[in-house]
């Protein structure tokens, strides 16, 4: 059984954010904002079922699902494409593919020295974040 993903996670490391925007055709003023943000994620889970959101002082976004279950993203106030996604268990790993106009689109969530950790993949590029647990939990 892997570590559990919940709770309230700060962002301390993001790499390469810049080259998966530029994948996902994120415009240049949006990019400089989003670059500059320190994300946190708050993630809740009832067995199969997730609740991840990641907030930040411009944007929010919210995904919810069920591991196993095919369900339809929208994107919203990201890139706002509408995909096919699937998570599964891959080892450690909570895994998302995201199907739909962008190649190789999807995401991976593991913990590892106590930190959470996520690769956002587009099209070969790969964004890299960290989040430690927040200090208040
Ligand atoms: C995600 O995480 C992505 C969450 O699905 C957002 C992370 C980075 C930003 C991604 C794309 C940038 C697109 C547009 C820029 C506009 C706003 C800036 C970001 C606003 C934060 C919400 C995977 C997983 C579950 O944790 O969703």
């Not at 998966?20 to 990019?31: H, K």
């Not at 450690?92 to 930190?115: F, M, P, S, T, Y």
């Amino acid at each position: 059984m892997p570590a559990s993903l919940c709770g309230t996670w700060d962002m301390i490391s993001n790499v390469n954010l810049e080259g998966y925007m530029i994948a996902l055709g994120i415009s240049p003023f949006i990019r400089k904002i989003a670059l500059r943000l320190k994300l946190r994620k708050v993630i809740e889970q009832q067995g199969d079922q997730y609740i991840i959101k990641t907030t930040s002082n411009f944007r929010n976004y919210t995904v919810s699902f069920r591991v196993g279950q095919e369900f339809q993203e929208f994107t919203q106030g990201l890139d706002n494409k509408h995909v096919k996604s699937l998570v599964t268990w891959e080892g450690n790993k909570l895994v998302c593919e995201q199907i739909g106009e962008k190649k190789n689109r999807g995401w991976a969530h593991w913990i590892e020295d106590d930190k959470l950790h996520l690769e956002l993949y587009c099209e070969g590029e790969v964004c890299k974040q960290v989040f430690k647990k927040n200090a208040n939990e």
